[in-house]
């Protein structure tokens, strides 16, 4: 494609309505955004309880407990197959 002075570009009426609409809804989406800040930034802060803390640490800390627990029995049913094999290796 080469752009000169001879160069012919085409848009119909429905295109220009097109690009005017998307434009439009691009500034109020802006402007939408920067209202939402406005008001985020005078809202207080979010305060984390203490419970809701506890809580979270006693999640994490029942999770870990669970998955140790998994852990031994897999550990648990991996020595006994290998038992099991080196009896049968043995015999």
């Known amino acids: 494609m080469k752009i000169s002075q ?3 570009l085409k848009i119909d009426l ?3 309505l097109g690009i005017i609409m998307f434009t ?3 500034v109020g989406m802006y402007y939408t ?3 939402d800040i406005a ?5 207080p802060k979010a305060v984390i309880d203490r ?3 506890d809580l979270k640490q006693n999640w994490h800390t ?3 407990n669970e998955l140790e627990k998994e852990v031994k029995e897999l550990r648990d049913w991996c020595r006994e197959i290998d038992q099991e094999l080196y009896k049968k290796k043995k015999n």
């Open 39 to 43: 008001d985020a930034k005078k809202m």
């Open 6 to 8: 001879n160069t012919e």
């Open 62 to 64: 029942d999770h870990i």
């Open 14 to 16: 429905k295109t220009i």
């Open 24 to 26: 439009a809804s691009l």
């Open 51 to 53: 419970i809701e803390y």
């Open 33 to 35: 955004l920067q209202d």
